[in-house]
């Protein structure tokens, strides 16, 4: 490939911008000539939606935008709710896999990230939950940097968040707390609760927790900082349509900013050492990027910004020469910065989908299986923004912790974060979950929400272009396997409830036969997957810690000029999909980045 440098004087660039305005380019031959820049961010997902729409506030600031997929202007799977399991395996996914997963049967397991504008917040399940006040005060603990506790990050989410009525505007009262949320229409990314009511399974969900209040206790609002309990789900949802960073941060007012340039289609290579930069520490203050034929370089005059998520950000510094030395060599990368926690720590939740046969010829599944009937409620959808393609098919999450006097407490400290902070999240389907076949179903999902497994992202080749090698480690850990094996037993518990007689019928697929602990345990292995809740990659850690990737101001620790904003800096996943925290730490990030450069 051919090398060129972009690097054109500030006075030519200042002047161009005075008489033109940015736009979303096609393609980095597209972006003007005569451009200089302050700030590069690297990716344009969720994280980097945000802090570019927030840096480029100030005129002042140039600001330019590398995101590797296309555009998510008229992408109908990614706008109507119901239709988000077509994005996966897509050209709107990076269509990523996995290693062979030993604690999943050696199964190659799909890894969905958003190759899009917009990253995985333009093809995720929407769900909109903040996690317990734990998690983040064991960020602050962890980071000594109190500005990630619960209480300095509240606003963040406030912040972020525009809290809206529901598409068919039922009365609400009773189903979330307004002190937690954003109702004055000055956030950013629309939420709301579902939109569309599931007849046969709202109703006896809510009267579980009544029949069931021991266990399944009712939880006014799972985003107040302690989501245990059972309440109903808010989803980055507004007026029906699925609300992205792309449509949050990117709107046509902010893309018409003269100081914003988005470029589309484009991967960024490697981060460079800024030549002759001297002084004691390294500084990366310049990107390499693959247009066409030709690598081009471009230049930041301030900052870097890294904000590829918790997959392909490693895999960019280490195919940089960040990272472990040794691990490099081998690859046949010069190191250019020794650090070995680069692509360790990777962390996300392990799920496993269970089915019942219902007794009922109206569940989602009825939907999926009728292309007619499909057709016609997309015609009501592009009408009037109703109906039931509003939701993506879960009203209501459960969130639970197992008994302190678990056996597995013998052998495993308790991950979780504090007593607030559940082991378990327990997804309703009305529908077969994660299931295809043909019938009506109830279904759950249990998940691990406070893992101890942890996998790595590593290099496959020195070629910036292949893919990465991502070992989830799912399962790795007796711990995990055991809650589980426990989120099944509840999920058995819970649909044996009074309110679900004669409704719910016998197991369904491979699942009828887990009657035995064991023959359990092989379901779980051929059947489990994660959730793609990927964080931990480039951890954050105190300034003098001996691990991580980033200091708590999130700039690369050992180094000048590159900082990392996405999933990846978190040290521990939150019991919570973890897009709502993504989106506090940008909005955060992004001030920490203005008061650096006023």
């Given at each position: 490939?051919?090398?060129?440098?972009?690097?054109?004087?500030?006075?030519?660039?200042?002047?161009?911008?005075?008489?033109?305005?940015?736009?979303?380019?096609?393609?980095?031959?597209?972006?003007?000539?005569?451009?200089?820049?302050?700030?590069?961010?690297?990716?344009?997902?969720?994280?980097?939606?945000?802090?570019?729409?927030?840096?480029?506030?100030?005129?002042?600031?140039?600001?330019?935008?590398?995101?590797?997929?296309?555009?998510?202007?008229?992408?109908?799977?990614?706008?109507?709710?119901?239709?988000?399991?077509?994005?996966?395996?897509?050209?709107?996914?990076?269509?990523?896999?996995?290693?062979?997963?030993?604690?999943?049967?050696?199964?190659?397991?799909?890894?969905?990230?958003?190759?899009?504008?917009?990253?995985?917040?333009?093809?995720?399940?929407?769900?909109?939950?903040?996690?317990?006040?734990?998690?983040?005060?064991?960020?602050?603990?962890?980071?000594?940097?109190?500005?990630?506790?619960?209480?300095?990050?509240?606003?963040?989410?406030?912040?972020?968040?525009?809290?809206?009525?529901?598409?068919?505007?039922?009365?609400?009262?009773?189903?979330?707390?307004?002190?937690?949320?954003?109702?004055k229409g000055t956030g950013m990314t629309?939420?709301?609760?579902?939109?569309?009511?599931?007849?046969?399974?709202?109703?006896?969900?809510?009267?579980?927790?009544?029949?069931?209040?021991?266990?399944?206790?009712?939880?006014?609002?799972?985003?107040?900082?302690?989501?245990?309990?059972?309440?109903?789900?808010?989803?980055?949802?507004?007026?029906?349509?699925?609300?992205?960073?792309?449509?949050?941060?990117?709107?046509?007012?902010?893309?018409?900013?003269?100081?914003?340039?988005?470029?589309?289609?484009?991967?960024?290579?490697?981060?460079?050492?800024?030549?002759?930069?001297?002084?004691?520490?390294?500084?990366?203050?310049?990107?390499?990027?693959?247009?066409?034929?030709?690598?081009?370089?471009?230049?930041?005059?301030?900052?870097?910004?890294?904000?590829?998520?918790?997959?392909?950000?490693?895999?960019?510094?280490?195919?940089?020469?960040?990272?472990?030395?040794?691990?490099?060599?081998?690859?046949?990368?010069?190191?250019?910065?020794?650090?070995?926690?680069?692509?360790?720590?990777?962390?996300?939740?392990?799920?496993?989908?269970?089915?019942?046969?219902?007794?009922?010829?109206?569940?989602?599944?009825?939907?999926?299986?009728?292309?007619?009937?499909?057709?016609?409620?997309?015609?009501?959808?592009?009408?009037?923004?109703?109906?039931?393609?509003?939701?993506?098919?879960?009203?209501?999450?459960?969130?639970?912790?197992?008994?302190?006097?678990?056996?597995?407490?013998?052998?495993?400290?308790?991950?979780?974060?504090?007593?607030?902070?559940?082991?378990?999240?327990?997804?309703?389907?009305?529908?077969?979950?994660?299931?295809?076949?043909?019938?009506?179903?109830?279904?759950?999902?249990?998940?691990?929400?406070?893992?101890?497994?942890?996998?790595?992202?590593?290099?496959?080749?020195?070629?910036?272009?292949?893919?990465?090698?991502?070992?989830?480690?799912?399962?790795?850990?007796?711990?995990?396997?055991?809650?589980?094996?426990?989120?099944?037993?509840?999920?058995?518990?819970?649909?044996?409830?009074?309110?679900?007689?004669?409704?719910?019928?016998?197991?369904?697929?491979?699942?009828?036969?887990?009657?035995?602990?064991?023959?359990?345990?092989?379901?779980?292995?051929?059947?489990?997957?994660?959730?793609?809740?990927?964080?931990?990659?480039?951890?954050?850690?105190?300034?003098?810690?001996?691990?991580?990737?980033?200091?708590?101001?999130?700039?690369?620790?050992?180094?000048?000029?590159?900082?990392i904003v996405d999933a990846s800096i978190?040290?521990?996943?939150?019991?919570?999909?973890?897009?709502?925290s993504v989106y506090a730490i940008a909005?955060?990030?992004?001030?920490?980045?203005?008061?650096?450069?006023?």
């Amino acid at each position: 490939m051919q090398l060129v440098s972009f690097n054109l004087p500030l006075w030519f660039s200042t002047t161009f911008f005075l008489s033109c305005h940015a736009a979303i380019r096609q393609s980095f031959s597209d972006l003007p000539t005569g451009l200089a820049f302050d700030f590069i961010v690297v990716g344009g997902g969720l994280a980097g939606s945000v802090v570019s729409s927030r840096l480029s506030e100030n005129p002042k600031f140039k600001v330019l935008v590398i995101e590797a997929g296309p555009s998510n202007a008229g992408v109908l799977d990614s706008q109507v709710p119901f239709l988000e399991p077509g994005l996966l395996v897509s050209p709107f996914d990076w269509n990523f896999t996995t290693v062979p997963q030993a604690g999943a049967a050696g199964r190659v397991i799909n890894y969905p990230r958003g190759h899009i504008l917009g990253g995985s917040s333009s093809i995720n399940d929407m769900f909109y939950t903040r996690g317990s006040s734990s998690d983040f005060d064991r960020f602050a603990r962890v980071t000594g940097d109190q500005g990630w506790s619960w209480d300095s990050l509240l606003p963040y989410f406030l912040k972020n968040e525009k809290w809206l009525p529901p598409a068919d505007n039922h009365n609400t009262i009773g189903q979330f707390n307004p002190v937690f949320h954003n109702s004055k229409g000055t956030g950013m990314t629309s939420v709301s609760l579902p939109g569309f009511p599931m007849l046969n399974t709202d109703g006896r969900t809510i009267q579980t927790t009544k029949d069931l209040k021991g266990e399944f206790p009712f939880n006014l609002d799972m985003n107040s900082g302690n989501p245990l309990g059972l309440g109903w789900l808010p989803s980055t949802i507004g007026n029906g349509e699925r609300s992205s960073a792309a449509t949050a941060y990117l709107t046509p007012k902010v893309v018409g900013r003269p100081n914003l340039e988005i470029v589309l289609n484009t991967q960024v290579t490697r981060i460079l050492q800024a030549s002759g930069s001297g002084g004691h520490l390294p500084s990366f203050h310049k990107i390499e990027l693959s247009s066409g034929s030709r690598l081009i370089t471009v230049t930041a005059s301030k900052e870097v910004i890294l904000s590829a998520g918790s997959i392909k950000t490693p895999h960019i510094l280490l195919n940089s020469g960040i990272g472990d030395k040794t691990e490099l060599k081998r690859m046949g990368i010069i190191s250019v910065l020794d650090n070995p926690s680069v692509g360790k720590n990777l962390t996300d939740h392990p799920l496993v989908p269970v089915n019942w046969f219902a007794n009922s010829n109206n569940t989602v599944d009825t939907i999926k299986q009728n292309a007619t009937l499909q057709a016609e409620l997309l015609k009501e959808w592009e009408q009037i923004r109703k109906g039931p393609l509003v939701n993506a098919g879960f009203n209501q999450i459960s969130w639970s912790r197992i008994p302190d006097n678990s056996s597995i407490f013998k052998t495993f400290a308790d991950p979780s974060s504090g007593r607030n902070s559940p082991h378990i999240e327990l997804v309703i389907s009305n529908g077969g979950a994660f299931s295809s076949a043909l019938g009506n179903f109830v279904g759950a999902v249990p998940r691990v929400v406070s893992p101890r497994s942890r996998g790595s992202v590593s290099l496959r080749s020195n070629n910036p272009l292949d893919a990465p090698l991502i070992d989830l480690g799912i399962l790795s850990s007796k711990f995990d396997l055991f809650v589980l094996k426990e989120g099944v037993a509840t999920a058995r518990r819970f649909f044996a409830g009074p309110a679900w007689k004669g409704y719910v019928l016998q197991p369904s697929g491979a699942f009828s036969n887990a009657t035995t602990d064991q023959a359990l345990e092989d379901f779980i292995a051929e059947t489990a997957i994660t959730a793609a809740h990927a964080v931990g990659t480039s951890s954050m850690s105190a300034k003098d810690a001996k691990f991580g990737v980033v200091d708590p101001d999130l700039k690369l620790k050992g180094a000048k000029g590159l900082r990392i904003v996405d999933a990846s800096i978190m040290p521990f996943v939150p019991a919570a999909h973890t897009q709502a925290s993504v989106y506090a730490i940008a909005e955060r990030a992004a001030d920490l980045i203005k008061a650096d450069w006023q």
